[in-house]
């Protein structure tokens, strides 16, 4: 029953960010890249890649929360790092975010909850806990000295929890074609965002979405409706556009518009500075 459950489950909404073992043309251009696993103090492992550009000495991370189902798989086999959801927007574009000041940490799912990692773990204690172990590996091992959150899509669940649950512990988070609509029925993933409150949080929040974004759980409506006084910056345009409406190769993953993204969110760490994003990307 559970391996069927499972199966359903990848069924119905396995389309929010396909998965693939091969890694994103150039995603990794220009980085220095790091696999490191963090020993959870429950007993499991977390691991965890650390991006940073070459001749660079970055202070500011980004811990990004790749969409569904955000299990990422990270393994180092021989030297060669490996992951699964190469084509995902943050996992795809990271290359674009890290500069003097920001680098990047792709976070994979705990190993023990690399079977599911559902809305039950993403809106627990257990999350929160085990994300504040991985700060303080970023911050002791790698140099951080600020840390912000970075989700899109599914990864919204996590980065919108954590935002309100690690209190100080985070300078900020970012969150890109959030989960706003979860489908009803039993076992919908994404469930626990139909009323969260984005206001709870005491750490600065920036939204980012996608105008046209075709995706019937992320609707830009209910992103404008429901932010509050949280600042939203509103994308536009497209490049060859393909894939089913909540693929990561649509408005939904702001394919043709990663550089530009990219750019407002270290605009927004760096200076909090927010404008909508009307250039075409090269």
Same mark, same amino acid.
């Given at each position: #029953?559970?391996?069927?459950?499972?199966?359903?489950?990848?069924?119905?909404?396995?389309?929010?960010?396909?998965?693939?073992?091969?890694?994103?043309?150039?995603?990794?251009?220009?980085?220095?890249?790091?696999?490191?696993?963090? @020993?959870?103090?429950?007993?499991?492992?977390?691991?965890?890649?650390?991006?940073?550009?070459?001749?660079?000495?970055? =202070?500011?991370?980004?811990?990004?929360?790749?969409?569904?189902?955000?299990?990422? @798989?990270?393994?180092?086999?021989?030297?060669?790092?490996?992951?699964?959801?190469?084509?995902?927007?943050?996992?795809?574009?990271?290359?674009?975010?890290?500069?003097?000041?920001?680098?990047?940490? #792709?976070?994979?799912? &705990?190993?023990?909850?690399?079977?599911?990692?559902?809305?039950?773990?993403?809106?627990?204690?257990?999350?929160?806990?085990?994300?504040?172990?991985?700060?303080?590996?970023?911050?002791?091992?790698?140099?951080?000295?600020?840390?912000?959150?970075?989700?899109?899509?599914?990864?919204?669940?996590?980065?919108?929890?954590?935002?309100?649950?690690?209190?100080?512990?985070?300078? /900020?988070?970012?969150?890109?074609?959030?989960?706003?609509?979860?489908?009803?029925?039993?076992?919908? &993933?994404?469930?626990? #965002?139909?009323?969260?409150?984005?206001?709870?949080?005491?750490?600065?929040?920036?939204?980012?979405?996608?105008?046209?974004?075709?995706?019937?759980?992320?609707?830009?409506?209910?992103?404008?409706?429901?932010?509050?006084?949280?600042?939203?910056?509103?994308?536009?345009? =497209?490049?060859? &556009?393909?894939?089913?409406?909540?693929?990561?190769?649509?408005?939904?993953?702001?394919? /043709?518009?990663?550089?530009?993204?990219?750019?407002?969110?270290?605009?927004?760490?760096?200076?909090?500075?927010?404008?909508?994003?009307?250039?075409?990307?090269?």
């Amino acid at each position: #029953m559970k391996y069927l459950f499972l199966a359903l489950f990848s069924c119905l909404l396995g389309f929010l960010s396909p998965a693939t073992h091969a890694q994103g043309s150039g995603a990794s251009e220009g980085l220095i890249e790091t696999f490191h696993t963090v @020993k959870l103090s429950r007993g499991t492992e977390l691991n965890i890649v650390v991006s940073k550009k070459k001749d660079t000495t970055p =202070t500011v991370a980004a811990l990004l929360f790749a969409g569904f189902p955000g299990i990422l @798989k990270i393994k180092n086999e021989g030297g060669n790092i490996t992951y699964d959801l190469a084509g995902n927007f943050l996992i795809r574009a990271r290359r674009l975010l890290n500069n003097e000041t920001v680098f990047t940490v #792709m976070v994979d799912c &705990p190993v023990d909850q690399w079977n599911m990692c559902d809305d039950r773990y993403r809106s627990s204690k257990q999350h929160t806990e085990d994300i504040a172990e991985v700060i303080n590996t970023v911050k002791s091992d790698f140099g951080a000295q600020q840390i912000y959150l970075v989700g899109t899509s599914y990864g919204t669940v996590s980065s919108s929890f954590l935002a309100k649950n690690l209190g100080d512990k985070i300078d /900020g988070a970012i969150h890109t074609s959030t989960f706003t609509d979860p489908r009803s029925g039993r076992n919908s &993933p994404g469930m626990p #965002m139909q009323s969260f409150d984005w206001s709870q949080a005491k750490a600065p929040q920036l939204f980012i979405h996608h105008k046209d974004d075709p995706c019937d759980v992320s609707k830009y409506s209910s992103v404008q409706s429901r932010k509050k006084d949280i600042p939203l910056i509103t994308v536009e345009g =497209t490049k060859n &556009p393909r894939g089913a409406a909540c693929e990561a190769q649509t408005a939904h993953g702001f394919v /043709g518009r990663e550089r530009a993204v990219m750019l407002a969110i270290s605009d927004w760490i760096t200076s909090r500075k927010v404008q909508d994003l009307v250039e075409v990307d090269n």
